[in-house]
């Protein structure tokens, strides 16, 4: 019997980021420290073997120091806002070319 042919490609190499929206972190206290570790004990993320991604949906209210992996430019801005803080944690895996580039930049 034949085989179908497989439609379409699927990287080996892509990243599943966990997504976190800003307006979220406001169940935690102001001024505390909010890292993967603390998104999981909210129940903020499903699983702990992906990376963290912040992006700037809703609206934060609380002034917190956040850890995470990759942020967007808008969910720093709103995280600086409220006086908070926002670090970036060196990705799992491999990085790209254009990743070290813009790095070595800043």
Not at 32 to 53: I, M
Not at 59 to 85: F, M, P
């Amino acid at each position: 019997r034949k085989m179908p042919k497989l439609r379409g490609f699927r990287n080996p190499n892509k990243r599943y980021y966990s997504v976190v929206n800003v307006g979220q972190l406001n169940v935690f206290e102001n001024n505390s420290k909010v890292d993967v570790e603390a998104l999981y004990n909210k129940k903020l993320l499903a699983k702990k073997g992906h990376p963290v991604k912040l992006l700037s949906v809703g609206n934060l209210e609380k002034c917190l120091e956040i850890t995470v992996h990759r942020a967007s430019a808008n969910a720093i801005k709103k995280v600086e806002d409220q006086k908070g803080n926002v670090t970036l944690l060196e990705t799992m895996g491999k990085r790209s070319d254009k990743e070290k580039a813009k790095e070595e930049s800043k």
